[in-house]
């Protein structure tokens, strides 16, 4: 009975979690570049339970088959779908069509990348993020470089935006900002040209979000219904058995 | 504690900035020499899990052209491509504009509606010059006749900042260059200059087709943030209600 209460509880902190996570993609719903994450849950590995009717010593050991304390949350997973191209007409906005993602250098000199591609120009003329980060240019040669514009956003040094891409099930880090880490240095630089002028936008399905929100306070209601039940009958245990 | 209700709250407030630049641009579509302003937003840092919301306000200042309108008031200019006004003020601080509405004041000098005095390069009083015979050319360039001659009364300078971006709106039109920036005029580099149309006045840039769809997708945003909150809500009502 109180194990029960203990699985409720884990249900519920998941689905708070998820509650988070919803809110989080509708919020990010006009966010260039953002790619909505998904929360799956698994069953917890199950344990076998036995009991002793008379006592371990009396060694009438009975199995009472496997038991599962509950579920987690198995990862936190990015959807890396294409969002939807929005002409800006803006000479600093880019887009990529394929499945390639922009070079920034943070200002630790980490390497970031990110599929945002709503840039500005910063005081000495370079293409940086809208957070300041430099975007990495990639010259004729194949050495890289800064990207330096003129005052209508058009490239002056000859380089080209860096594309970089992960193979399929690449591990990439999420750090905020619409960026992502490389941890396993897996990104290979490939030849192919960024669209000027245009926004990838956020890929979130809102449809899906606002299903999903229902879901996640219809299946609360259901378990806290569930631990209310679990309750009663505790209290039946404790307050009503052995009463003459 | 449970966050998913202040990321609810920073789409909230993530749209309302959006809202605000849209119904700034909407009010402004009959203004002037106005520049339109683009909010864009970004994803938070990430928390445990999932990211915490959303933000927005990062600006890009819009200095696309807007269509020239014929006015035929003689000191009505408009700018064609690059450039800005200079005005200084009562106390002798100087910003730049792009609305080109100024009229005689009574000391025979050229000022804004606000009484600024546009920088002009003087070579002689404007009041000697009969009004009616003064013309001003497409490099600001004033002249006027004097007895059947033509003499070059003086001539109204363009500026621009190295970095337009970096300029700080400070309203009614009204642009400061950053702090340290390199500001080049039309007199040492003419080439990097738009020319002066006399007698017309440069509207607006507010795209109104644009910022009313932009307008709907602030909107649906915002209530779709606060369906999020509602359903938070209700789960904290019934993590509340569990035990009765």
């Known amino acids: 009975m109180i194990r029960s209460i203990n699985t409720l509880n884990r249900n519920m902190n998941i689905l708070q979690k998820k509650q988070e996570n919803t809110s989080n993609n509708i919020a990010n719903t006009n966010t260039p570049g953002y790619k909505y994450q998904e929360i799956v849950q698994s069953t917890m590995e199950n344990h076998t339970m036995v009991n002793y009717t008379e006592g371990r010593q009396a060694s009438s050991r009975r199995e009472l088959g496997n038991w599962v304390f509950g579920n987690e949350i198995d990862q936190v997973y990015t959807n890396t779908d294409q969002g939807q191209f929005v002409e800006t007409g803006d000479p600093l906005d880019y887009a990529i069509p394929d499945r390639s993602y922009f070079s920034v250098d943070l200002a630790g000199g980490e390497r970031a990348y990110t599929r945002n591609g709503n840039f500005a120009l910063d005081a000495d003329n370079r293409l940086v993020t809208m957070e300041g980060h430099q975007v990495v240019g990639t010259l004729a040669d194949g050495t890289e470089s800064e990207i330096l514009l003129d005052q209508n956003g058009n490239i002056q040094n000859g380089a080209r935006l860096q594309l970089v891409q992960f193979p399929e099930g690449a591990e990439l880090e999420r750090i905020g900002d619409t960026l992502f880490t490389d941890p396993a240095g897996v990104g290979q630089v490939v030849d192919g040209e960024a669209v000027k002028g245009f926004l990838e936008m956020s890929n979130v399905i809102v449809a899906d979000e606002m299903v999903r929100l229902i879901q996640i306070a219809r299946e609360f209601e259901a378990n806290q219904k569930a631990l209310q039940t679990s309750d009663e009958t505790l209290s039946k245990a404790v307050n009503d058995i052995g009463r003459v | ?244």
């Open chain 2, 1 to 244: 504690m449970f966050s998913a209700l202040g990321i609810g709250r920073s789409g909230l407030h993530a749209n309302q900035y959006k809202l605000d630049s849209v119904a700034d641009e909407i009010a402004n579509v009959g203004t002037d020499g106005y520049k339109k302003s683009n909010v864009s937003f970004q994803e938070l840092l990430p928390g445990e899990d999932v990211t915490l919301g959303t933000k927005a306000g990062i600006k890009k200042l819009d200095f696309s052209q807007g269509v020239p309108r014929e006015t035929g008031y003689r000191w009505d200019f408009a700018i064609e491509g690059d450039g800005f006004f200079s005005l200084v003020n009562a106390d002798g601080d100087a910003f730049f504009t792009r609305d080109g509405a100024f009229q005689l004041s009574q000391e025979g000098t050229l000022v804004d509606y606000a009484g600024n005095a546009l920088v002009v390069e003087y070579n002689q009083d404007l009041e000697e010059i009969p009004v009616d015979t003064m013309q001003v050319n497409a490099e600001g360039g004033i002249s006027g006749v004097v007895d059947g001659e033509v003499v070059q009364v003086g001539r109204i300078p363009l500026f621009m900042p190295e970095n337009p971006q970096q300029m700080i709106h400070i309203g009614e039109g009204k642009f400061l260059p950053a702090a340290g920036d390199q500001v080049f005029n039309s007199v040492d580099n003419p080439e990097m200059f738009g020319s002066i149309n006399q007698g017309f006045l440069e509207s607006s840039n507010s795209d109104l087709t644009r910022a009313m769809t932009e307008m709907i997708t602030a909107q649906r945003a915002y209530s779709l943030n606060s369906q999020a909150i509602r359903s938070t809500d209700d789960i904290m009502r019934m993590i509340n209600e569990m035990k009765r």
